[in-house]
């Protein structure tokens, strides 16, 4: 009966370094969102998965951003070379079919700082 | 990219004092959600409103669609100090949800 849980929940890294963030979505739930939050603002739509296929990756800033979900579970949002701008908090939503009438179930978020 | 417009963008009041939120678009949606965010937690879902002219009341929350589906605003009577967070509306756009900047309130008691 668990939520989405999202890990780590603060990352801190270097500029131009490599990053993985895990997301596990409520069990059942084939619809996988990932969202970004700077501060002072609403959460930003990066990518949608329906079961292991990206259905809607046209959130992703550029192509150092890049998430899988291999067995339509478990999902891993990867940035390459950091930069400073990409600090923010990570949101992970999961839903249980996707769509219009499909609520979103969010993560707590993992909070990337780049220094 | 913003689509929603909501207002005001901060609100401090106390304890027992009534609010209302806003959230407007220039293009109509066929439906609206409003998620209330708590620091360090993910936003979670309190309404969603499908039909123009549409209320719905959760206790003291007090939810419309505007006639035209182009506008939504968010009442709270008699707030209380665990209304306090950011009210966030937000549209579908194919299968993601496109969020405004949210309306931050505290109320203090």
């Known amino acids: 009966g668990a939520g989405v849980s999202q890990t780590p929940s603060n990352k801190v890294t270097e500029k131009g370094k490599y990053v993985e963030l895990r997301c596990d979505p409520i069990?059942?739930?084939?619809?996988l969102y990932w969202y970004r939050q700077s501060l002072g603002q609403g959460p930003e739509f990066l990518i949608y998965?329906?079961?292991?296929?990206?259905?809607?990756d046209s959130g992703l800033p550029n192509d150092r951003f890049f998430a899988v979900r291999p067995e339509g579970s478990v999902s891993t949002l990867k940035i390459q070379r950091t930069e400073r701008g990409d600090s923010a908090v990570y949101l992970c939503?999961?839903?249980?079919?996707?769509?219009?009438?499909?609520?979103?179930?969010f993560g707590n978020g993992t909070r990337l700082t780049v220094t | 990219t913003q689509l929603l417009e909501q207002s005001p963008q901060f609100l401090s009041i106390q304890e027992g004092e009534n609010l209302t939120v806003y959230c407007n678009s220039s293009s109509v949606f066929s439906s609206l959600q409003w998620y209330r965010q708590e620091p360090g937690e993910g936003p979670v879902l309190l309404v969603t409103v499908v039909t123009g002219g549409e209320v719905k009341k959760l206790k003291r929350l007090t939810f419309q669609f505007g006639d035209a589906r182009k506008d939504s605003s968010l009442h709270i009577t008699a707030a209380q100090p665990g209304d306090t967070g950011l009210y966030l509306c937000?549209?579908?756009?194919?299968?993601?949800?496109?969020f405004g900047k949210g309306t931050s309130l505290l109320v203090t008691p």
């Open positions: 937000a549209k579908n756009s194919g299968y993601a949800l496109n």
């Open positions: 998965f329906q079961g292991t296929g990206a259905a809607d």
């Open positions: 069990s059942g739930h084939t619809a």
């Open positions: 939503a999961s839903s249980l079919r996707g769509g219009a009438n499909s609520p979103l179930h």
